[in-house]
């Protein structure tokens, strides 16, 4: 069904996805830009939708999206959930904790049972890099990466993207700072691809032992220090450091690590004027950034969360959208 009015024209939903070619969202590494920026354009046309009361579409009417999450999750999960609801879709939540992986049944047949009873689409998080990569392999249905280890998150890589764009018009000449724990954050990974495809330029910043010279092979530039770099970034993006994934203390202390990396209010009288203070969350306050600086007029936080439904939304319509026409009898 096409034709929902969006600001009193039409908005012909089934043009975007008849156009998308993927089955899977895994990485922004495997998007260009031209397809970045539709996911960003149709996720401004959803975030327009709710802003007009219309937070209950039918487009995924008989569709269903399950979410298998292995590793917590706060904003991702119920994020992709609301998206899937607001698109008409009903959900599946797994979640690894209570399941039958405890009684020895493997991740894929898991994900083939879930599969099995009539889903569209899965949502996944795991702590294995790569491990929706393996699930596109073994599943008919999409499968759209919800956080795979260090590796990528792509729908948090256009959430952040997405958030720039709107206070900065575009990412083109913009500098971007991704500052903290860069080696085991796949944040990192998709906002570099995605940035760097749109134009920006992005500068990787932390302690050595987070931030090793390898990240230049992406087309980064590099840095220990963040007081150095300051001054010229349009963007700070304040990641968390992930004690989880680390094999040994990256640095003495949190004191120590917060005295040269913490974004704190004299860092911020000494970045641009208009700096935009993004952070992936879950947000460790006196730890990436202080209070001050969270709740701060030149932090777009709860802007990020808030996108990540409309972004959700897109990418679940470009992936599902095509079948719609084809299946509409069969749905109903
Ligand atoms: N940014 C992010 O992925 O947050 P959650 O772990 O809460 O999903």
Redesign the pocket.
């Known amino acids: 069904m096409s034709g929902h009015e969006t600001g009193g024209e039409p908005t012909d939903w089934e043009s975007w996805s008849q156009s998308w070619k993927h089955h899977h969202l895994l990485g922004l590494e495997l998007h260009s830009a031209e397809e970045i920026q539709s996911i960003l354009d149709l996720a401004e046309l959803f975030a327009q939708a709710s802003q007009e009361g219309r937070n209950r579409l039918t487009l995924l009417r008989g569709f269903t999206v399950a979410n298998l999450f292995f ?7 119920n994020s992709f959930s609301l998206a899937a609801k607001r698109l008409g879709a009903d959900t599946v939540e797994f979640s690894s904790a209570g399941s039958s992986t405890s009684k020895g049944e493997t991740f894929i047949d898991t994900a083939k049972t879930i599969e099995a009873m009539g889903v569209d689409a899965v949502v996944v ?1 795991h702590a294995t890099p790569g491990t929706p990569h393996l699930l596109a392999k073994h599943l008919s249905c999409s499968v759209l990466n ?2 795979d280890g260090p590796h990528e ?1 792509p729908t ?1 890589g256009l959430l952040d993207i997405l958030t720039i764009r709107q206070h900065r018009g575009s990412l083109k000449g913009l500098t971007v700072g991704l500052i903290g724990d860069i080696e085991h954050s796949r ?1 990192a990974r998709s906002n570099i691809w995605g940035l760097q495809k749109l134009g920006a330029h992005v500068i990787v910043c932390g302690p050595a032992t987070l931030v090793s010279r390898r990240w230049k092979q992406l087309g980064v530039e590099t840095s220990h220090r963040l007081d150095d770099i300051l001054p010229r970034c349009d963007v700070l993006n304040l990641l968390r450091i992930q004690f989880e994934r680390q094999t040994m203390r990256p640095f003495p202390s949190v004191h120590e690590y917060g005295l040269l990396y913490a974004m704190t209010k004299e860092r911020l009288a000494r970045s641009k004027p208009d700096v935009l203070i993004l952070a ?3 947000i460790n306050r006196g730890v990436e950034l202080t209070s001050e600086v969270a709740d701060g007029h030149h932090s777009v936080i709860l802007h990020q969360v808030a996108n990540g439904i409309s972004i959700r939304m897109a990418v679940l319509w470009l992936l599902l959208g095509r079948r719609v026409a084809s299946e509409s009898f069969a749905r109903g």
């Open positions: 590793e917590n999750s706060t904003r991702t999960r998080r919800a956080g998150h948090q944040t992936p969350g879950p």
